[in-house]
């Protein structure tokens, strides 16, 4: 199975991806680590660079790629996915979870990849409004254009639920040809 998983910052997607990834078996993907070059400094790459990383994800039988990134160059995701789910939190719960990721990465009981400061806590609550205003509408539209294919969760939901409408959109597309 192919899943592609969106959602703004904060709303829990590599979470999900780790959850998907440990039952069915296949490796998942960020697209902030396609992005971003993570060694000693962190260093963007070309679009051209990401493309080539992320056709070369693609070309497994089965993949989980979770991410906010929706630009040129991810587009090829969402196409092949068979299912997209797209996390639609309300904001209140997005800035509890992010303030609680905050607060466990200063007492390291979980990884950072950025420098854990309060200026970062308010881009991440930028960059979750920046997710409302441009991003969320472009959803939108996708959705409309092919609603079999999208999973929206619209509250923290149970993973066995998540599974089991996975599960049943597979055995729709399937009995589809």
Same mark, same amino acid.
């Given at each position: ?17 780790? !959850?998907?990834?440990?039952?069915? @078996?296949?490796?998942?993907?960020? =697209? ?9 400094? $962190? ?6 660079? @990401? &493309? ?9 039988? +089965? ?7 929706? $630009?040129?160059? &991810?587009? $090829?995701?969402? =196409?092949? &996915? ?9 904001? @209140? /719960? ?5 303030? !609680?990721?905050?607060? %466990? ?16 806590? %308010? ?12 991003? %969320?509408?472009?959803?939108?539209? /996708? ?10 969760? %619209?509250? +923290?939901? +149970?993973?066995?639920?998540? /599974? ?6 597979? &055995?729709?597309?399937? +009995?589809?040809?």
């Amino acid at each position: 199975m192919k899943i592609r998983i969106i959602g703004s910052v904060g709303s829990g997607k590599t979470t999900l991806a780790k !959850k998907l990834s440990e039952w069915q @078996k296949i490796d998942y993907f960020e =697209t902030d680590r396609i992005v971003w070059k993570r060694e000693e400094t $962190e260093v963007r790459r070309t679009d051209s660079e @990401k &493309a080539a990383l992320l056709t070369t994800i693609l070309q497994n039988e +089965n993949w989980i790629i979770e991410g906010v990134h929706l $630009e040129d160059w &991810a587009t $090829e995701s969402i =196409t092949q &996915a068979d299912a997209i789910i797209f996390l639609d939190l309300p904001k @209140k /719960q997005i800035r509890s979870q992010l303030i !609680k990721r905050q607060i %466990k990465q200063l007492l390291r009981l979980e990884a950072a990849h950025y420098p854990i400061r309060l200026t970062m806590l %308010k881009k991440m609550f930028y960059w979750d409004e920046l997710f409302e205003k441009r991003t %969320k509408p472009l959803i939108t539209e /996708q959705i409309a254009q092919n609603p079999e294919k999208w999973l929206v969760i %619209k509250e +923290n939901t +149970n993973i066995q639920v998540i /599974q089991k409408r996975l599960l049943q959109m597979k &055995a729709t597309q399937n +009995n589809s040809f």
